[in-house]
T-cell receptor, first 115, second 115 residues
Framework: EAAVTQSPRNKVAVTGGKVTLSCNQT?????MYWYRQDTGHGLRLIHY???????EKGDIPDGYKASRPSQENFSLILELATPSQTSVYFC??????????????FGPGTRLTVL | AQRVTQVQPTGSSQWGEEVTLDCSYE???????IFWYRQLFSGEMVFLIY????DTQNQRSGRYSVVFQKSFKSISLVISASQPEDSGTYFC????????????WGSGTKLIIKP
């Protein structure tokens, strides 16, 4: 069954530490997205990718890097984590064929706490 | 300025009643889509329905339908015969062709269906 998975599901990090969040999709979608969700906000786009080797900045990219080494995998990297990056992070894939191109399929989310 | 607005942060209804959730958006594009997702209390994001801008017919999927008022840039999600398992947070999102259908999210409406 096609799916988007994320690891880890929960992470506690220290300020200044490096954090890597991983996402894998078996939908064979070209597009992948990283969002964060905070109370009172909808999802906000951090980085996205149109295919292996490509990454693009979203609406709130500061403090984050992304890596897309393959069609299936998309990582979000916090080089120097800060408490303001405490949030729930969602990965999504999209860009299916034809009429459903715009629909996005979401992973279960990663809850990150930076102390 | 927010481009997608959901003015109802919370709502409630009784089992079996019809529920309407409102969303307004800003766009100058001709080709766009409005998506509705539900976020379960577990955090999982579930796709419900979408409305293409060029389709004058209100979309319907099972107990979900939309009332699309294009000239007012407004769309409502209608849930018929609501059930307690419909509880969750409902998000609408704008997707424009010009931005390769990236999703711009509203802040959500938390809905509780009482038995």
């Amino acid at each position: 069954e096609a799916a988007v998975t994320q690891s880890p599901r929960n992470k506690v990090a220290v300020t200044g530490g490096k954090v890597t969040l991983s996402c894998n999709q078996t939908n064979n979608h070209n597009n992948m997205y990283w969002y964060r969700q905070d109370t009172g906000h909808g999802l906000r786009l951090i980085h996205y990718s149109y295919g292996a080797g490509s990454t693009e900045k979203g609406d709130i990219p500061d403090g984050y890097k992304a890596s897309r080494p393959s069609q299936e995998n998309f990582s979000l990297i916090l080089e120097l984590a800060t408490p303001s990056q405490t949030s729930v992070y969602f990965c999504a894939s999209g860009g299916g064929l034809g009429y459903n191109y715009a629909e996005q399929f979401f992973g279960p989310g990663t809850r990150l706490t930076v102390l | 300025a927010q481009r997608v607005t959901q003015v109802q942060p919370t709502g409630s209804s009784q089992w079996g009643e019809e529920v309407t959730l409102d969303c307004s958006y800003e766009t100058s594009e001709y080709f766009y889509r409005i998506f509705w997702y539900r976020q379960l209390f577990s955090g999982e994001m579930v796709f419900l329905i979408y409305q293409p801008s060029f389709d004058t017919q209100n979309q319907r999927s099972g107990r979900y339908s939309v009332v699309f008022q294009k000239s007012f840039k407004s769309i409502s999600l209608v849930i018929s015969a609501s059930q307690p398992e419909d509880s969750g947070t409902y998000f609408c999102a704008l997707s424009e062709l010009i931005s390769n259908y990236q999703l711009i999210w509203g802040s959500g409406t938390k809905l509780i269906i009482k038995p």
